[in-house]
């Protein structure tokens, strides 16, 4: 059976395009492709399995540690931490998929950018799973930094990429591919920042499990 974020895709320009446009235009597309396919979207990720990929991250925390899901999409990682005793906040910036999250978690989802992040050493840890990869990768280490600002010392941050060295439109959204050497580079950037695992995995939904993901988990170091 088809699955439904191919459904998305074939209403959308199925093809890739190369940009050197860093512009807001970025992001302002990628939003509205979620605004218009949210509930579809919202669909085909709710019943994929993810939950090795939550219990590699969450074993890592202290119990009753405070999550952001930055770039929580439909609620369904949020929800998963809820269910296991976390207190958790999340973020969007994409009004459509906060009103859904918000609908599934119970929770006050805040609907702002990835750069407009502004908390300072509140979290245990930060969750962004398949969000940030919709930002250019010179955008990247700007929001990198608004994480760590955001950790508590010792606090954990997973992240996953598109594993690859695309960067431009997907079928509607801007996607920046990683490989294990071009993160390697940008965590370059961030001594501060300590790389505890890092790993490739298949697309967990039916059918693309020929796309690989490029997985970190980092933890923000104790000041000496």
């Excluded at 992240?159 to 509607?172: A, L, V």
Aim: with cysteine; hydrophobic share 35%.
């Amino acid at each position: 059976m088809q699955n439904l974020e191919n459904k998305i895709e074939e209403k959308n320009v199925s093809k890739e395009i190369i940009v050197n446009d860093q512009s807001d235009q970025v992001q302002t597309t990628t939003l509205d492709y979620y605004e218009k396919n949210g509930d579809l979207f919202a669909q085909d990720v709710d019943h994929v399995n993810f939950s090795q990929m939550q219990l590699r991250f969450i074993s890592k925390l202290p119990q009753q540690a405070k999550i952001l899901d930055f770039g929580c999409g439909s609620g369904r990682d949020s929800h998963a931490f809820l269910n296991a005793g976390f207190d958790v906040e999340a973020i969007d910036g994409s009004k459509k998929m906060c009103e859904i999250a918000q609908s599934k978690t119970g929770l006050s989802v805040r609907n702002i950018r990835f750069e407009q992040l502004d908390d300072q050493n509140k979290y245990d840890g930060v969750w962004a799973c398949a969000s940030l990869l919709h930002l250019p990768k010179n955008e990247l280490p700007k929001v990198f930094s608004k994480i760590i600002e955001s950790l508590k010392e010792e606090g954990i941050f997973y992240s996953s990429f598109k594993y690859g060295s695309f960067e431009g439109y997907r079928n509607g959204r801007y996607f920046t591919d990683f490989t294990e050497s071009s993160m390697n580079e940008l965590l370059e950037q961030f001594p501060e920042l300590k790389c505890i695992e890092s790993w490739i995995s298949s697309d967990v939904r039916p059918g693309r499990m020929e796309q690989k993901w490029l997985n970190i988990i980092v933890q923000k170091q104790t000041k000496s």
